[in-house]
């Protein structure tokens, strides 16, 4: 029966065993052999990761055309207005392709939000604010590229959702095993 990690990705962690430029990896964090990454979070991106020692269930989770809905919980510098939010929704022209369209609305930061080490600059003079963005696609910094696009630049970037699991109830570095 192919087994499942959840794993709440603190930032500055890379998404693989292999250790590159003096940053920490799953490694440092996950001690099971034979478990891979369905898909990445950058080194600047925190939240959950699914790991899995079955290839086709790997496949399945980060293939986009299984269209796996993936929820971001984005805090952005400024407030984006309806505008801003309907152009995510209708999809982004980026440089090599146009995103398809996202779920995206405002919301409040999130209740018992762990601090990020280092902390997000902070600017006296320009609000920050919270988006919930669920894309079924995960380009290479597509969701940093998407706000930046509609000029509400991304400040800190949580992935809380892939499909049905969550961070729900999981600190940074945590992870758990289900089976599938």
């Known amino acids: 029966m192919p087994r499942l990690i959840l794993f709440n990705k603190p930032y500055g962690v890379l998404s693989q065993f292999t250790a590159v430029g003096g940053y920490r990896t799953l490694k440092d964090f996950i001690p099971?052999?034979?478990?891979y990454p369905a898909g990445r979070l950058d080194a600047n991106s925190e939240g959950l990761i699914l790991l899995t020692d079955d290839g086709q269930l790997q496949n399945k989770i980060s293939d986009p055309k299984h269209k796996l809905p993936k929820t971001y919980w984005v805090q952005v510098e400024g407030c984006p207005d309806e505008i801003a939010l309907n152009k995510l929704r209708q999809g982004i022209i980026l440089k090599e392709f146009k995103t398809r369209p996202a779920k995206a609305c405002m919301m409040d930061e999130p209740k018992n939000l762990w601090s990020?080490?280092?902390?997000?600059?902070?600017?006296?003079?320009?609000?920050?604010?919270?988006?919930?963005?669920t894309i079924g696609e995960g380009k290479n910094r597509q969701v940093r590229r998407m706000t930046a696009a509609v000029a509400f630049p991304t400040l800190r970037l949580i992935r809380y959702r892939i499909g049905a699991h969550s961070l729900k109830d999981m600190s940074p570095g945590e992870w758990r095993m289900i089976e599938v």
Request: no cysteine; glycine share 4%; proline share 14%.
């Open 32 to 35: 099971m052999a034979g478990f």
């Open 116 to 133: 990020r080490i280092p902390p997000i600059r902070f600017r006296k003079d320009i609000p920050t604010s919270w988006i919930e963005l």
